[in-house]
């Protein structure tokens, strides 16, 4: 027989905004549940130096992430290793299915399920992911020393990469399809000053080959934006990093969303659509995507949540 926990607020996801949410909701005595989903700590767990988290000049992202669940436990959160699958926002309180069979009844819900990277969606990079094809260089840039690798992007999260991935790679290519990034300029200076990085601007991968057996990568064909002429590029690896997409599965269907999925919140406020439910973090964030403002939403939304199921009392 499934297990039916009741909650006055459930968080769902457990990256900045989730845990905040967490510590804020356990200090105003609402006795959360917060449920991780599939990547507990969120996309700070697949990075290595965070250099503009308030208070830390130098944090590893993976560090950071086990201080703020640590935070939030202390506060009196319980925080479940489960995976949300579906959400019936229908009635109250509202009911979520988990994977673990578990049902979970809220009568508020905090949505931080945050974002993942983003795809080309070619054929022959689905072929080889994980052979080679990643889009996360703090998990694979150790299998890469000694190699020339190329990273694919003109943000900050294609120059992060880049940068350090030179810790392992012989040579990085960093190939872009414009002819300037739009990375911040202190992480562009260093980009540009680092002799183990070549950026190839006006290209985009038109293929990735490698070998079957054993499987990996052997290089890939290049595209050039205006000529159309094709170039091909050795490498061992190559890592996408042209930006996430909101991880809106969940509620895509029930709750407005814009600008490419992000969920859509009232202005100044965390609320969605449907009263009683909020969203923070990078789920509705299309404009910032930062761990500060993700954080800074989380309490917005435990702050909103508590005052809404005071009105409904």
Not at 76 to 85: M, N, P, Q, R
Request: glycine share 10%.
């Amino acid at each position: 027989m499934a297990e039916t926990r009741k909650t006055k607020v459930l968080i769902i996801g457990s990256g900045p905004a989730g845990y905040t949410a967490g510590v804020y909701a356990s200090r105003a005595m609402l006795e959360p549940i917060l449920v991780q989903g599939i990547e507990p700590g969120g996309q700070l767990t697949t990075t290595t130096e965070v250099e503009n988290w308030p208070g830390d000049s130098h944090v590893q992202g993976p560090d950071l992430m086990v201080r703020m669940e640590a935070h939030a436990r202390a506060m009196g959160c319980e925080i479940i290793g489960d995976i949300i699958s579906s959400v019936d926002f229908s009635k109250r309180p509202f009911v979520c299915q988990s994977d673990s069979g578990t049902v979970y009844e809220a009568d508020a819900i905090i949505l931080a399920t945050g974002a993942r990277a983003k795809w080309l969606g070619l054929p022959s990079e689905e072929a080889f992911k994980g052979f080679g094809v990643s889009a996360c260089a703090t998990c694979d840039g150790f299998f890469y020393r000694g190699m020339e690798i190329v990273v694919v992007g003109g943000g900050n999260t294609a120059v992060e990469e880049a940068l350090f991935l030179t810790n392992f790679a012989s040579k990085v290519t960093l190939v872009h399809r414009r002819d300037e990034l739009r990375s911040e300029k202190i992480l562009e200076d260093r980009l540009m000053k680092n002799p183990k990085i070549e950026t190839l601007w006006f290209h985009e991968i038109e293929e990735v080959y490698g070998t079957d057996n054993p499987k990996g990568v052997e290089g890939v064909k290049v595209k050039h934006t205006k000529t159309g002429e094709i170039t091909d590029l050795p490498c061992k690896g190559v890592f996408i990093a042209i930006g996430h997409a909101p991880a809106n599965e969940l509620v895509k269907d029930t709750l407005e969303t814009h600008m490419g999925g992000y969920v859509v919140t009232k202005p100044d406020s965390t609320e969605t659509s449907i009263p009683g439910v909020y969203a923070a973090g990078d789920l509705t964030d299309h404009k910032y995507r930062q761990a500060v403002t993700s954080a800074g939403m989380g309490c917005m939304a435990a702050l909103e949540a508590e005052r809404w199921l005071a009105e409904q009392e």
